[in-house]
């Protein structure tokens, strides 16, 4: 099992660190900055000293004998443990030296200088001012662990009051989890509820309740279907059932046996369409496109659709006829399928003694329209939405069910998708038009 890290311990985490580097940083500046100071401080204190020097052991004349500056020395530094102090002649010979002379060279701060002072040797000597750090470098060692405790304890603090306000502000996403976990297949009415909640997180609610807008349709659709397939199916098969056990329940003559079969099989093929077509818009829902060939007379291929159902227009009582023809790219008997279900839906509810038209027409550069017009009773509007769904009849009570089982406009509006189109339903004053707008070669088609 791949876990995954927790939202609020990342935040904790990156929080404490960028903390932690922060207030770091900030106390490495503040300890580079009194560092720099005390160094400042430290020359200048020697350069004040070497001033005093100069100016204590010039004479009158502007030099001192040997004893006055042994003696004006020793009551300068008297009092200064951390300055010292050696006069070395020219021939390196100490003429002076304080007690205090022990610090280690990392310790010191040295500055040297010639002064003139009354010898035997000319007068010159050299004197060398040290100037002692460990006071002052002790006092750094102390500020930088002072600073570090307070970086680590500053971090920890603010780490343990990011992880409370990181649960704080966390706490409507969990509100919102336990409003995710309540939605369920049987309660899909329920919506994630935003108010409350953050401004990031509104796209996401509205996302969200989209999504479960459209599982919503798709669920009852899905309901809706698996209850139409049954009712569908159940009729043939309960005609198999009963025809089976009627043939089989005495000894039947082969005449007799053989006409039971020929209704069974009536029947079956009648499960085998209902099958078929299902399968087809299965395909077609899952994207399978269709395979577009040059067709330069689509009139020509709506004759061949009218001579098919040449039979059924003459028992209705009905004629048709091709008004109008275009050219397009288009898969041929895809295309045939769809106006075959166009023309036999409309030679069923046409009415008796009048004339079926399909239209071929360019609705607008790059779009080819095919509609079929019917005579007959007007069409309800809350009804031409839904014409295109699987199994849905206008008037039930009026639909041929032994020979029209709901699927074919279905077709008609999957065949029109898988070309890049849509279909398109009217009914007004006793006529009622049906069709597919279909782009061509010629340009892309119209949005939605």
Not at 48 to 55: A, I, R
Not at 136 to 163: E, I, N, P, Q, Y
Not at 248 to 266: G, M
Request: charged share 20%; glycine share 8%.
């Amino acid at each position: 099992m791949v876990t995954t890290a927790s939202l609020r311990g990342r935040l904790s985490r990156w929080l404490a660190l960028q903390t932690m580097l922060g207030l770091g940083l900030v106390c490495v500046v503040v300890y580079v900055l009194f560092a720099l100071t005390v160094s400042e401080r430290q020359d200048e204190a020697l350069s004040q000293k070497q001033n005093t020097v100069e100016h204590l052991l010039a004479g009158s004349d502007g030099e001192r004998d040997l004893a006055d500056v042994r003696q004006v020395l020793g009551s300068f530094l008297a009092g200064h443990d951390e300055l010292s102090l050696r006069l070395m002649g020219r021939d390196g010979q100490v003429l002076f030296e304080t007690s205090s002379w022990r610090a280690g060279p990392n310790e010191i701060k040295s500055r040297a200088f010639d002064i003139k002072v009354r010898s035997e040797d000319g007068g010159m000597a050299r004197a060398i001012l040290v100037l002692d750090k460990r006071m002052d470098d002790a006092l750094l060692a102390r500020l930088a662990w002072t600073l570090a405790v307070a970086a680590l304890v500053g971090a920890l603090a603010v780490s343990v009051g990011g992880f409370m306000l990181v649960r704080l502000g966390l706490a409507p996403l969990h509100k919102l989890v336990e409003q995710t976990g309540l939605v369920t297949a049987t309660d899909l009415e329920r919506r994630l509820d935003g108010a409350g909640q953050a401004y990031e997180l509104q796209p996401l609610i509205q996302q969200f309740n989209a999504l479960l807008d459209r599982l919503g349709v798709a669920y009852k659709q899905m309901e809706a279907f698996n209850a139409d397939v049954a009712h569908e199916l159940n009729t043939p098969l309960a005609t198999l059932i009963s025809s089976c056990e009627l043939a089989l329940r005495k000894p039947r003559s082969a005449d007799d046996l053989r006409e039971a079969l020929a209704s069974n099989l009536e029947e079956l093929r009648s499960l085998a369409s209902i099958v078929g077509d299902m399968l087809f818009l299965s395909n077609a829902e899952r994207g399978g496109p269709a395979r577009r060939e040059w067709t330069p007379c689509l009139s020509v291929l709506a004759e061949e659709v009218i001579e098919f159902h040449e039979a059924a227009l003459l028992d209705a009582g009905l004629t048709a006829k091709i008004s109008g023809d275009a050219f397009a790219t288009v898969d041929g008997p895809l295309l045939r399928r769809a106006l075959s279900n166009l023309l036999g839906n409309a030679t069923r509810y046409a009415s008796p003694e009048s004339s079926v038209l399909i239209q071929i027409d360019r609705e607008k550069i790059g779009w080819v329209r095919i509609a079929v017009y019917n005579k007959g009773a007007t069409i309800g509007v809350e009804h031409l939405p839904r014409l295109f769904d699987r199994f849905y009849r206008a008037d039930p009570a009026r639909s041929p069910a032994d020979r029209n089982h709901g699927l074919g406009l279905s077709i008609v509006a999957a065949i029109a998708r898988m070309h890049g189109g849509h279909a398109f339903a009217e009914s007004a004053a006793g006529v009622t038009r049906i069709g597919m707008m279909l782009p061509d070669a010629a340009g892309p088609g119209p949005t939605l």
